[in-house]
């Protein structure tokens, strides 16, 4: 599905709501609210015709899944949005799941179910949810990139577009094949055409993939590669961290990308040493040049719990370098590149065989992945 553009950012004065504290201050200012939020919803009024997200009310105009109308009825508590200025008498919500799809085994004992061949866990699960249903499931990524459900709402298949839908990062690439996975096992099956963009696939990104279900296998009728490099400034994206530098001068922010920490950043309701992985946070970020830079990180306890994060620092010498499958030797660990990898110095993966280097990354089902490289001059 298509993203809407994100609109540029004109504050909007809301006095007595909103996320962030005053930090003290005995007369403070009215707070600016963001017109441009993606998040989970905390509240729904629909008599008054207002949800509130990331801790802001919004007057809703309408409510879209793709070009699928929807109503705020069908809006609920934890489900993932994308609110944004659509309208004068208020905003247009987009609702933005993580799966799609129909129900094809549920225990409700075990509190476990299965959609589009990924079998998830949710304790708050509907009792009138049953096999053969079509629901709309929001989650948080999770340690070994997996899926820490927040919310699962039942819906018509043709409220759906009778298409299934699920996001998460992509790996095991097949280029010849046309396939990668998503999740722990799922198997898609593409081919250049249903890419959006023209974008090049790589493992490590995070997409939105848009298809039908073909036994086990979904074949995609649209990939989407979702990051931040299109977020306008001002905006407030709400996501668990997946990595953070050594030095916390940047935070990768649900496997989809990085923004980066300088001195004029604020924290709200903890401070620069508490970012960590698994800390669910909304930033706020303006761009400059390449890089997107935090302004503001506000931390949120309410779901920090999605499995045992690791995190890995090693320095020496490289001794083998398989670019053909973006893999190097270090020590005895083989370390893998994604498209999350970021090199530094003039570092590339051409030049590491026999270069002394520091990598830091991620550890992902016993995979170490490079999040940042260097070469390692003392």
């Excluded at 007595?16 to 005995?26: A, K």
């Excluded at 549920?106 to 476990?112: D, E, G, L, R």
């Excluded at 992985?277 to 949120?300: H, L, M, N, P, Y």
Aim: glycine letters at 10%; aromatic letters at 8%.
């Amino acid at each position: 599905m298509k993203k809407l553009v994100l609109v540029s950012i004109i504050g909007l004065v809301l006095s007595g709501c909103g996320g962030g504290s005053s930090n003290g201050n005995t007369n403070p200012q009215p707070e600016t609210k963001p017109q441009d939020v993606q998040g989970t919803i905390e509240s729904v009024d629909a008599a008054s015709k207002q949800i509130t997200v990331n801790g802001y009310h919004y007057d809703v105009a309408s409510v879209m899944y793709g070009s699928n109308a929807l109503s705020i009825t069908d809006l609920e508590k934890n489900m993932m949005v994308q609110v944004f200025s659509g309208a004068k008498s208020g905003v247009q919500v987009q609702v933005e799941p993580t799966i799609v799809g129909m129900v094809t085994d549920i225990n409700h004992t075990a509190n476990t179910f299965t959609v589009n061949g990924i079998e998830l866990v949710f304790a708050g699960l509907h009792a009138d949810i049953e096999i053969n249903d079509w629901v709309m499931v929001s989650s948080l990524p999770t340690a070994t990139a997996g899926y820490k459900v927040l919310s699962v709402v039942e819906f018509e298949a043709d409220q759906l577009g009778n298409t299934v839908e699920v996001e998460g990062r992509l790996s095991n690439l097949d280029i010849n094949r046309n396939t990668f996975n998503l999740g722990a096992s799922l198997t898609v099956n593409y081919t250049s055409g249903v890419i959006e963009d023209g974008a090049t696939l790589a493992n490590g990104q995070w997409v939105e993939v848009t298809g039908d279900m073909a036994g086990f296998d979904l074949n995609a009728t649209e990939i989407e590669v979702e990051d931040f490099d299109g977020l306008s400034d001002g905006n407030e994206v709400e996501g668990v961290i997946t990595w953070v530098a050594a030095d916390t001068s940047a935070f990768e922010l649900s496997y989809r990308g990085r923004f980066y920490v300088d001195s004029n950043t604020r924290f709200e309701d903890g401070t620069k040493s508490q970012l960590t992985q698994g800390r669910v946070v909304e930033v706020k970020s303006v761009k400059q040049g390449t890089q997107q830079v935090a302004i503001e990180v506000e931390f949120d306890d309410d779901y920090n719990d999605q499995g045992q994060w690791n995190e890995f620092e090693l320095e020496g010498m490289v001794s083998a370098v398989d670019t053909a499958a973006n893999t190097f030797v270090l020590g005895s660990k083989t370390i893998m590149i994604d498209a999350n990898t970021v090199f530094e110095g003039g570092v590339t993966l051409d030049t590491l065989t026999q270069q002394r280097i520091e990598v830091d990354g991620v550890i992902m089902d016993k995979d170490y992945v490079a999040r940042e490289i260097e070469a390692d001059n003392d």
